[in-house]
């Protein structure tokens, strides 16, 4: 008996659990779908606003009609009551009348409600001191409401005054709601009890024609809106349509025009700017094309004479000595140093021209990447060195392995790192590593003048610098972190920047562990720890 009864009840809270899911589901969905859709929440607006005003005009509607349906029935009601004290005082006057008499009155005054009985009447003698009055047989007496009798036998002769009771019967008769109206001529007291039951039903029937007319006002207000809103919405949907295609490369997407209304002159102006957009582009293309052409041919170009260059440069350098003219000394170690970064700013553009080529392959093999980034720092400890700067790591005691090239991977470190040192004014360069299983990571932190707002999205630029009028002791072509951003889209890795103006900024460099995996998170953050409270400036560039 328990095990069935705890049986139900995991039956039943599964089976409530599975109702609320799928409300949820619902609410969600209808959610989502009235917050993408125009012509719904336009529908649905109609639908509220419309039903809110039936409702206050049907309640209105039905108070006016309730109103004027009483009002006639209470002055129905006086002329009947004037028009039976008139005949209590001619049957009875001012003398006290017997059992007879009164019931004889009575039945007079009913007669006059037709056979369908419209009203009741009772018939009290205030000097009788052995019975309250005279009723018909089917109506008690406890129907004269209490209140109303005391103010009609306080009140002067002549006096007329109604209420709202309920009215009572002998028998099987249920209650109902009735009109009660009252009046005294002489020692007597008039009552007569209208039943309301057919003005209630009279009401119940406007009642529910108004809220069936109502609701088939609001459903077709309902539809009228969704009829028109869809004329103006479809054409919006196709136009957001056509935008996306377009933004989605399809240059020749174009919108279908008819008519001459709003629409159309917004297709016509779709079609339009889609044609020079289309006409734009092609021509950036071309240009683009025509200047990646030159940067490649040049720098090829440039190589012959500059290996000549090199060799009467190396001749000079070294016999720079032999020179009486100590000027002519300093002159040729000028011209070493000045072709060196002619040699680097060569090789960059070649580099650039490769990738833009789509000529640049990767030779991956699994590295540990602690061992490069303890390579690329010994490289440029003397530059920090002379900068006042320190790096420090903070490395992972296993190892970080992925599968990258070294020569790609080990210019990107050299990059950032030489960007920080230039940049970190002397204070302290932080590199870390770290490794999960589906990705590794290298941020390289600096404390120097930070990015300032705008410059997050120029840092990759090509011969961007933060400061052009900045002394440029280590040579840099403007072309470092471009080429750095270039080699980790090719690993389908991220390179992306952070900085703070007055807190120094942080590269973090995340790579798949696997060649051609896709990376979905680093595990390493973007923003350092205690990177301070202002509102950041960073940009990610990720793998296209």
């Known amino acids: 008996m328990n095990v069935s009864m705890r049986s139900a009840g995991r039956f039943g809270r599964r089976v409530l659990r599975a109702v609320r899911r799928l409300l949820r589901g619902a609410v969600r969905q209808a959610y989502t779908r009235w917050r993408r859709s125009i012509q719904v929440r336009i529908v649905t607006s109609t639908l509220v606003i419309s039903g809110v005003v039936v409702v206050i005009l049907g309640a209105f509607l039905m108070q006016q009609v309730s109103s004027a349906l009483m009002d006639s029935k209470v002055k129905a009601a006086r002329l009947q009551l004037d028009e039976g004290l008139a005949q209590v005082q001619r049957d009875l006057g001012n003398s006290s009348g017997s059992g007879s008499r009164l019931n004889a009155t009575i039945d007079r005054l009913r007669s006059s409600s037709g056979p369908s009985g419209l009203y009741e009447v009772y018939i009290r003698d205030t000097n009788e001191q052995y019975f309250d009055g005279y009723a018909t047989n089917e109506l008690r007496e406890a129907s004269v409401p ?140 071309d240009l683009s094309q025509v200047q990646r052409q030159f940067v490649s041919d040049v720098s090829h170009e440039l190589r012959t004479p500059l290996t000549t260059i090199r060799i009467a440069a190396d001749m000079l350098y070294e016999n720079r000595d032999t020179f009486g003219d100590a000027a002519v000394g300093r002159s040729a170690e000028l011209l070493q140093s000045q072709l060196e970064r002619f040699e680097a700013l060569l090789a960059d553009l070649l580099e650039i021209s490769r990738h833009d080529a789509g000529a640049a392959t990767l030779d991956a093999e699994s590295l540990d990447m602690r061992d490069l980034v303890l390579r690329t720092v010994g490289d440029i400890q003397g530059l920090a060195e002379r900068k006042g700067s320190k790096v420090v790591l903070q490395l992972p005691g296993e190892p970080c392995m992925a599968e990258v090239d070294r020569r790609r991977v080990e210019r990107i470190l050299r990059n950032l790192l030489v960007n920080a040192v230039e940049h970190g004014e002397g204070e302290d360069i932080v590199v870390s590593a770290a490794t999960d299983r589906d990705a590794v990571a290298v941020a390289v932190r600096d404390h120097g003048v930070g990015l300032k707002p705008g410059e997050g999205q120029m840092v990759f630029d090509r011969f961007w610098r933060a400061d052009p009028a900045r002394a440029r002791t280590t040579g840099g072509t403007g072309l470092g972190l471009s080429i750095s951003r270039e080699d980790a889209q090719l690993h389908g890795g991220w390179l992306q920047a952070w900085g703070e103006p007055g807190h120094g900024s942080q590269f973090r460099l995340s790579l798949p562990r696997v060649a051609g995996a896709e990376l979905r998170g680093s595990p390493l953050p973007l923003v350092p720890p205690g990177a301070g409270d202002s509102r950041p400036v960073f940009a990610e560039l990720e793998a296209e």
């Open 146 to 285: 209490r209140r109303l009798r005391e103010e009609i036998a306080n009140a002067p002769a002549g006096t007329r005054a109604y209420t709202y009771g309920e009215l009572s019967y002998i028998g099987d008769r249920p209650s109902e709601r009735g009109l009660i109206v009252g009046g005294r001529t002489g020692q007597f007291e008039l009552y007569y009890l209208f039943s309301l039951e057919q003005e209630q039903e009279t009401l119940t029937t406007v009642e529910r024609s108004l809220v069936g007319v109502g609701i088939v006002l609001v459903l077709l207000l309902a539809a009228i809106a969704s009829l028109v809103t869809r004329q103006v919405v479809i054409p919006v949907r196709l136009a957001a349509q056509g935008a996306q295609r377009l933004a989605a490369g399809r240059l020749e997407e174009r919108m279908r025009v008819r008519g001459e209304d709003d629409l159309a002159r917004l297709g016509r102006s779709f079609n339009e700017m889609a044609e020079n957009l289309q006409e734009k582009i092609r021509e950036l293309e």
